[in-house]
């Protein structure tokens, strides 16, 4: 694949691309949001949250790409970039595979950056990977609570999760983030609740609790829920947690 001219201004609208993007070539990123929590020390301009950016001072900066995902970002907000004449580059991520497919036309198709050493290094510890053995276990996923929120159909955390020997229970609901309520997921037959710490912070004390019967497994979110080069580590961070 041969990088197009290299773009000099880029907004990022995607903690994951923020990520990706400044581990590449850190020189480019304009503005992000102020979700954008890596790198620490990260001193691009903040420009609001992924899903009420300032339009307005986006069009202001005159990026030459704004990076999107259409699950974080809204269409409206996508929509007035365009209109404003901004070059919109939208991701869809919903497996590992697809993440590793989006960050090289994010990078390389869009940014116009040679392929980073760290997306290598991140396909060959997801491909050095062993197969689950056995069934593997059965888990519940909160990613909120008030009201009690869950990983669905076609999720990318799913996918990880999935690779590492844990079914999500919901994994065949019709929709992607459903709203359950506890009562029934204590009793949905999951052997494990798993319990990130984004975009709800569940913690030790925030979180098991609900779950009184069930052994709980506290994750990064960061590992699970990010396309960038926290992938590279994801298995061993994400398997040590599980109990792998």
Same mark, same amino acid.
């Given at each position: 694949?041969?990088?197009?001219?290299?773009?000099?201004?880029?907004?990022?609208?995607?903690?994951? +691309?923020? &990520? @990706?993007? /400044? %581990?590449? *070539?850190?020189?480019?990123?304009? =503005?992000?949001?102020?979700?954008?929590?890596?790198? $620490?020390?990260?001193?691009?301009?903040?420009?609001?949250?992924?899903?009420?950016?300032?339009?307005?001072?986006?069009?202001?900066?005159?990026?030459?790409?704004?990076?999107?995902?259409?699950?974080?970002?809204?269409?409206?907000?996508?929509?007035?970039?365009?209109?404003?004449?901004?070059?919109?580059?939208?991701?869809?991520?919903?497996?590992?595979?697809?993440?590793?497919?989006?960050?090289?036309?994010?990078?390389?198709?869009?940014?116009?950056?040679?392929?980073?050493?760290? +997306?290598? &290094? @991140?396909? /060959? %510890?997801? *491909?050095?990977?062993?197969?689950? =053995?056995?069934?593997?276990?059965?888990?519940?996923? $909160?990613?909120?609570?008030?009201?009690?929120?869950?990983?669905?159909?076609?999720?990318?955390?799913?996918?990880?999760?999935?690779?590492?020997?844990?079914?999500?229970?919901?994994?065949?609901?019709?929709?992607?983030?459903?709203?359950?309520?506890?009562?029934?997921?204590?009793?949905?037959?999951?052997?494990?609740?798993?319990?990130?710490?984004?975009?709800?912070?569940?913690?030790?004390?925030?979180?098991?609790?609900?779950?009184?019967?069930?052994?709980?497994?506290?994750?990064?979110?960061?590992?699970?829920?990010?396309?960038?080069?926290?992938?590279?580590?994801?298995?061993?961070?994400?398997?040590?947690?599980?109990?792998?």
């Amino acid at each position: 694949m041969t990088p197009r001219t290299p773009v000099r201004r880029v907004v990022s609208l995607v903690p994951s +691309l923020t &990520e @990706a993007v /400044a %581990a590449t *070539a850190p020189g480019l990123l304009a =503005a992000v949001t102020d979700w954008c929590s890596h790198p $620490p020390g990260l001193t691009a301009e903040r420009i609001g949250g992924t899903k009420n950016p300032d339009t307005a001072r986006i069009a202001a900066l005159a990026p030459d790409l704004v990076l999107a995902n259409e699950e974080e970002n809204r269409a409206p907000d996508l929509a007035a970039l365009r209109a404003a004449g901004l070059e919109v580059l939208v991701t869809e991520v919903r497996g590992l595979q697809q993440a590793f497919r989006e960050l090289e036309r994010v990078l390389v198709d869009g940014c116009g950056l040679a392929r980073p050493r760290w +997306l290598d &290094e @991140a396909e /060959a %510890a997801w *491909a050095r990977l062993p197969p689950p =053995a056995g069934p593997g276990r059965r888990a519940v996923v $909160p990613v909120w609570r008030r009201p009690w929120m869950v990983l669905g159909r076609d999720t990318f955390a799913g996918d990880l999760l999935a690779r590492l020997g844990v079914h999500v229970i919901h994994a065949e609901h019709a929709e992607r983030y459903p709203r359950v309520p506890l009562h029934e997921l204590n009793a949905s037959g999951a052997d494990l609740v798993v319990l990130p710490d984004e975009p709800y912070r569940f913690t030790a004390e925030d979180g098991p609790e609900a779950f009184p019967d069930l052994p709980a497994a506290l994750v990064s979110g960061r590992h699970l829920t990010w396309y960038g080069p926290s992938l590279a580590q994801a298995p061993a961070v994400l398997g040590a947690a599980l109990g792998r």
